[in-house]
């Protein structure tokens, strides 16, 4: 767990809590080293208490860990640890102090002084036995850890700011923009000072690596800051956010509201486009060469597998015939030494047997007529048959694929079914539609019935 940022970004802010300067005394600060060993060993401890409890919250929700199972946690980075120095750990962030800060409700001018206690200490303990978890403000720790150091976490800040939108909360419409344009201005400066000086940071190298992810993260979080601003281009938001504002008395425009969104999606651009200057400053540098290919190797993977006509032609055509004698061969040491003809392939007349397709279209015949004749001439029997009736059966289906030409064929010519009665053809005056194989077929309906005699 990377700490560093937000020790660094509270460290004098709990000076200026801690300060016994009277107002309106010397503006000098005179405190220039910190009390303590100077070490960061307990802070080391810490930092790796923390993250062992995290990891047994993700586990077991909210269930508390032994001082043993803890140490043991702590062992494997630092195996020189003492056991009393864990638990003093332990002791220091369970421990609350009281913080004093002032507050101004919305819509007041002036400044509350406020005083907080029961959330300052990072890690709770049972009563009854050596157990430990973290606290409410102790599960935060890692997630400001994360806020305070990468980019790629926006998209839950961007979702902030549209869900504030979406439920009307315009209050913090800004503060949820603000925290995104400062991280944005943080990256940015980071990302400028690595292109002045590629190859000699790790920034380029963070982004080079994770530039896809980077990519990602950024498109996605301007569509989210774009569905905000068409939530605001509603008519109804408009008119929900001056009842609002009849009701809080915030100091606040809509205009405002929406520059803070706009200037949202702007940033995002910018730190778009400085990520892909930044990786493309990086992969043209010349420190970050692609080794010489080992032609060693090349010749005995085209031994194992060698190449077809179609690729040999294709870098003939592209490098020409070389020998190779030279430690780097150039493009242009055998250009257009051999010249490659592209014979045309011969055509030939197409062909139309009718024998062909008269076998065939007999033998489909015969296989529908073999499938579906009993069936057909059994409803004969019983009553005529339509030709919508015989399709809603589903009896133009064979072998899995539609075959209504047979079936149509039956009903026009029922000479091939097996039936010794004389059949009539009638024709329906009206027309009938049916769905057939994602479409639809429409057709006046034919009806088959047996001749009777009487």
């Known amino acids: 767990m990377d700490y560093i940022p937000l020790l660094s970004a509270t460290a004098r802010l709990l000076d200026l809590h801690d300060s016994e300067r009277g107002y309106g005394e010397s503006p000098a600060f005179t405190r220039e080293s910190r009390p303590g060993r100077a070490d960061g060993i307990y802070v080391d401890i810490a930092a790796m208490v923390i993250q062992s409890l995290k990891v047994q919250d993700e586990m077991a929700h909210q269930e508390y860990m032994s001082f043993a199972a803890i140490l043991r946690d702590v062992l494997l980075t630092r195996p020189d640890v003492e056991a009393n120095d864990v638990a003093y750990v332990l002791n220091v962030l369970r421990r609350p102090t009281e913080l004093y800060y002032l507050a101004r409700p919305p819509g007041s001018p002036g ?13 709770d303990k049972t009563d009854y036995a050596d157990e430990y978890r973290l606290s409410q403000t102790g599960r935060m720790l890692p ?3 994360h806020a305070a150091k990468d980019a790629t976490y926006l998209r839950g800040d961007a979702y902030n700011l549209l869900h504030a939108v ?10 949820f923009a603000e925290e995104i344009v400062v991280q944005l201005r943080n990256e940015i400066l980071d990302i400028l000072a690595a292109i002045e000086k590629i190859g000699k940071t790790e920034t380029a190298d963070k982004y080079v690596a994770r530039f896809e992810q980077y990519s990602r993260v950024i498109n996605e979080t301007i569509d989210i800051a774009r569905k905000a601003e068409e939530e605001l281009d ?13 009701r809080s008395e915030a100091d606040i425009t809509f205009d405002s509201v929406r520059g803070h969104v706009l200037r949202v999606r702007q940033v995002l651009v910018i730190f778009n486009r400085r990520v892909a200057e930044l990786v493309h400053a990086a992969t043209q540098d010349k420190r970050i060469a692609v080794p010489p290919p080992s032609f060693l190797e090349v010749a005995t993977n085209l031994l194992r597998a060698p190449f077809n006509d179609r690729q040999e032609n294709h870098f003939l055509r592209q490098w020409g015939a070389v020998t190779l004698e030279a430690p780097f061969h150039s493009v242009l040491d055998g250009l257009n030494a051999v010249q490659v003809k592209a014979e045309e392939p011969e055509a030939t007349a197409l062909e139309f047997s009718d024998e062909a397709v008269e ?4 033998l489909g015949k015969v296989l529908f007529v073999t499938r579906y004749g009993p069936e057909i001439v059994s409803r004969l029997k019983q009553a005529p048959l339509r030709l919508s009736e015989a399709i809603g059966r589903g009896w133009f289906m064979l072998d899995g694929k539609p075959s209504i030409g047979d079936l149509v064929g039956v009903f026009v010519a029922p000479d091939t079914l097996p039936i010794e009665d004389e059949l009539e053809i009638r024709v329906a ?5 049916r769905q057939i194989d994602n479409g639809e077929l429409l057709f006046n309906d034919l009806e088959l019935a047996i001749r009777s005699t009487t």
């Open 429 to 433: 005056p009206d027309l009938v539609a």
């Open 166 to 175: 979406e439920f009307r909360d315009f209050q913090k419409v800004g503060l």
């Open 234 to 246: 509603k008519k109804t938001t408009a008119e929900d956010f001056a009842d609002w504002l009849e």
């Open 359 to 362: 076998s065939v279209a007999q």
């Open 111 to 123: 400044a509350e002084r406020h005083s907080e206690k029961r959330r300052t200490a990072l890690v």
């Open 143 to 145: 997630v400001l850890v």
